[in-house]
């Protein structure tokens, strides 16, 4: 048990997404829709929405650099720059190469004027506390990913003079909460 924990916790790897993964015309997730799953705390929401770019067979993840947004999936030469086809061959022998497959926690973080506070200070400094809690979280435990979504946390006012532990501890909670009732989703359908 233990080892199969260890497996796990070395397994999952957090990928911020980009607010420019989100835009039409080629969007990585459409969040203007209804969320597979979601989470409320007085720290931040936790919503967890499909994943809207299709998988080949022969691609198991989408590669760290998704390419600009506007630009087809998958590369072909006819709409991308030679650098576009490179990365996408090079993701492709990664993955060709790789033993165990590496499960990636697709996150961005929404931090709002509204929600947080005007200064863009006090914003980054939210968006870099909830991601350094999330990273931390799931270097230490093992962490059950949802492969084939996208989660989305909107930060709220408090998550700014939070304890660590304390983010660390409603994290834990939201992404057990967000993976429950996914796999009580996905046995109904």
Known sequence: MKQCAEALRRSVQVV?????????????????????AQFRSDLFQLRLYPLHIELKENLVRLPRVLGPPWLPWPPNPETHDGRHIRLYKAAQAMLANEPDRLRILRTTVFVSKKNVHKLAVVR?????????????????EAVNVADRYVYVFVAQARLYSAPISEIADTLRGALKHVSKVQSDVSIES
Do not use: D, G, K, M
């Open 124 to 140: 980054n400094r939210c968006r870099t506390r909830l991601i350094a809690a999330l990273r931390e979280l799931v270097a230490q």
């Open 16 to 36: 911020r997404l980009p607010a420019s993964a989100f835009q039409p015309p080629n969007p990585a997730a459409y969040v203007h829709r209804r969320a597979a």
